[in-house]
C-alpha cells in the first residue's frame, strides 16, 4: 500500500509564476490536509480537504493560494504569481477518517515539494 | 488559541546514552493528543509516539517515552540508549479531540537533535 505521494520533489519557479503541488493520498483515504514549513519552522496547516469539498482553509493565504481535492485525481495546491516569500516545503497528509486520524492511526505525510521562487 | 513550544532548538546526546526533549502547549480543552514527529534529513514525517490527554499512563514505543504531565501542560520526549539514526529534527504537536472542528495539527517549532559517535 504505497503511502502519501507528493510531487514534484522539488520545484522552482520564477516571481510571478503560477505554482502546483499534487498530492495522492493513500488508498482509500478521503482527507487531505496540507501544511507549510518554511525555513527553521515547524509545519504550518494549510488548509483540510475531504473528496469535492474544503472543510477548513484557515490557515490559507487569502490571495493567490488556493486547493482542490476533486472526485477523481489528486488533491492540488495552487500557488499564483509566486513571491520569493512562498518559498517553503509543502506537505500534504491524509487520513481515512476525522476519527481515524486521532484514535486508529495518526496523519499520514508525504515528503512534501520543496518550492523555491527565483 | 492552542499554542506548542519548544524551547531547545538544538540538543546532542552520546551514542548510548538518554536525552530528553522537552515540549510545553497552551490550551482550554481537556480532550486533545499530542504527538512527537520525527523529520531526518529525507524531510519525511515520521511519527515517533502519540499521547490520549485522558490517559493517565506515559506512552512508550521501544526506546522512546514520554513523561506527561497535563496540569503542567508539559510533554517531554525520552529517547534511551540513542543511536546515530535518531538524529533528526524532532517536533511535538497537539491536536484537539474528536469534538473539535477538524483534525489538524499544531506544531512545535523544532528541535534539532544530534547524536555524536
Known amino acids: 500500500n504505497a503511502g502519501v505521494m507528493q510531487n514534484p520533489r522539488h520545484l522552482v519557479r520564477r516571481r510571478g509564476q503560477e505554482a502546483r503541488l499534487r498530492c495522492s493520498p493513500m488508498k482509500g483515504h478521503s482527507h487531505v490536509y496540507w501544511y507549510r514549513q518554511l525555513p527553521e519552522e515547524g509545519l504550518k496547516f494549510m488548509v483540510y480537504?475531504?473528496?469535492?469539498?474544503?472543510?477548513?482553509e484557515s490557515g490559507m493565504p487569502k490571495e493567490r493560494f488556493s486547493a482542490e481535492f476533486p472526485k477523481e485525481g489528486p488533491s492540488i495546491l495552487r500557488i499564483q504569481q509566486v513571491v520569493r516569500g512562498d518559498s517553503a516545503a509543502y506537505f500534504c497528509?491524509?487520513?481515512?477518517?476525522?476519527?481515524?486520524?486521532?484514535?486508529?492511526?495518526?496523519?499520514?505525510f508525504g515528503n512534501g515539494t520543496r518550492l523555491t521562487v527565483t | 488559541a492552542q499554542t506548542v513550544t519548544q524551547s531547545q532548538p538544538e540538543m546532542s546526546v552520546q551514542e548510548a546514552e538518554t536525552v530528553t526533549l522537552s515540549c510545553t502547549y497552551d490550551?482550554?480543552?481537556?480532550?486533545?493528543?499530542l504527538f512527537w514527529y520525527k523529520q531526518p534529513p529525507s524531510r519525511q514525517m515520521i511519527l515517533v509516539i502519540r499521547q490520549e490527554a485522558y490517559k493517565q499512563q506515559n506512552a512508550t514505543e521501544n526506546r522512546f517515552s514520554v513523561n506527561f504531565q497535563k496540569a503542567a501542560k508539559s510533554f517531554s520526549l525520552k529517547i534511551s540508549d540513542s543511536q546515530l539514526g535518531d538524529a533528526a529534527m524532532y517536533f511535538c504537536?497537539?491536536?484537539?479531540?474528536?469534538?473539535?472542528?477538524?483534525?489538524?495539527?499544531?506544531f512545535g517549532t523544532g528541535t534539532l537533535l544530534a547524536v555524536q559517535p
Open positions: 490550551t482550554s480543552e481537556s480532550d486533545y493528543y
Open positions: 480537504l475531504q473528496k469535492e469539498n474544503i472543510i477548513d
Open positions: 497528509a491524509s487520513s481515512l477518517s476525522l476519527r481515524d486520524s486521532s484514535y486508529n492511526s495518526p496523519l499520514h
Open positions: 504537536a497537539y491536536k484537539a479531540g474528536y469534538g473539535g472542528a477538524t483534525n489538524k495539527l499544531i
